[in-house]
């Protein structure tokens, strides 16, 4: 049983990296609005398979995993914010990044959440 457990463990190994490392690494990338901004531009909001990963990477929000990052609340708003639609064309525009960032300054100060309408 545990010869199963350690070839799961190989196959689970990218790079010297786990999976979860991985994801875990990109969903940091995520607290960046210019980040966010640039898979936009690459049209990455446009495929539904990348969608779908994003959707899986909700896991995030669950106790278990969330003390693993390092910006709890830029990376779970993105995570949020990355499920709707209209949210993703917006980040296109370089005003919506400046709003983000403005925002997450304000937060950090106490002032409250961006208006990104």
Sequence with gaps: ???????????????GYSRFELELEFVQCLANPWYLNHLAVLKLYDDPAFIAYLGYLQYFKESEYVKYLLYPTA????????????????ILSPETVARMIEGGVRATMGEGEPNLN
């Design 1 to 15: 049983m545990n010869g199963t457990h350690h070839s799961r463990e190989a196959e689970l190994n990218y790079a």
């Design 75 to 90: 990376t779970l708003k993105a995570l949020e914010l990355l499920q709707q639609e209209k949210f993703r064309k917006a």
